[in-house]
């Protein structure tokens, strides 16, 4: 049987994933303990010593990928769960650790259960620091993207990208010391490639690179100022999200 622990902010998602695992797995997952409080999950994760811990990917103040860094032993599996596809990072699935999507289905959630029972014999804490060291920032800053342009392709790094702008099905990237340049890939396809890069898309037309926000004006629904003193306005369902990822900054 796994030990477990469930930390997510929302209390609604806590206590569904709670009452799935007790009613329809409680022969396979034993719920130790759960906490809606992110900072409280360390002293949870060092007293409990889980096998096992469901992880919200986005939490106010800490996300569950910072929660883990800040950790100094990792010996336990994870399950992340998030509200938001993009957040399926593609270095999750390189690595194999398993994630679920709210609102979490029976048929995935046992999925991922079966999973860890396998790779508990099998070091399965391993993929999580193996994870931890494909996406520290350190490793992220020398990461390149390939950028189709005409009959060539451009491999760039990724923290010379400041921003990406919305063009249709085009997308215009601005850099710190290239011309800026028209893809024919959408602004989505970006986001999906960068979100573990520390992109945001901070409005539908608008996907930043968190590494050069220099600035944020409170005005109307609020803006960012981007290295260069470009000033990038911010949707208003999405300033939450970002003044959030600001602070973390």
Not at 136 to 143: A, F, I, R, T
Not at 182 to 190: H, Q
């Amino acid at each position: 049987m796994l030990t477990c622990l469930i930390i997510d902010d929302e209390q609604p998602c806590v206590e569904t994933l709670e009452i799935m695992l007790k009613k329809k797995f409680h022969s396979q997952v034993n719920v130790l303990s759960t906490t809606t409080q992110p900072k409280e999950a360390a002293e949870l994760i060092h007293t409990h010593q889980p096998d096992l811990i469901f992880l919200d990917v986005e939490m106010p103040h800490i996300t569950g990928i910072e929660l883990l860094r800040s950790l100094e032993n990792i010996n336990f599996q994870v399950i992340f769960t998030t509200a938001h596809q993009q957040y399926a990072l593609e270095a999750i699935k390189l690595n194999a650790i398993d994630y679920l999507l709210k609102p979490i289905s029976l048929d995935e959630l046992s999925v991922a259960i079966n999973k860890c029972i396998t790779r508990k014999q099998q070091h399965g804490s391993d993929l999580v620091n193996a994870f931890l060291q494909q996406i520290k920032p350190g490793n992220l800053s020398v990461k390149r993207i390939s950028i189709p342009s005409n009959d060539t392709t451009q491999f760039v790094p990724i923290n010379e990208i400041i921003r990406i702008e919305s063009q249709s099905n085009y997308s215009v990237i601005y850099f710190t010391s290239r011309p800026k340049l028209l893809v024919a890939k959408t602004l989505k396809e970006f986001e999906d490639q960068l979100l573990p890069f520390d992109f945001l898309r901070v409005h539908n037309s608008h996907l930043i690179n968190m590494e050069h926000v220099i600035g944020y004006k409170n005005v109307d629904g609020g803006y960012v100022i981007m290295n260069g003193n470009e000033v990038i306005e911010i949707s208003r369902r999405k300033k939450q999200e970002v003044l959030q990822r600001l602070h973390a900054l």
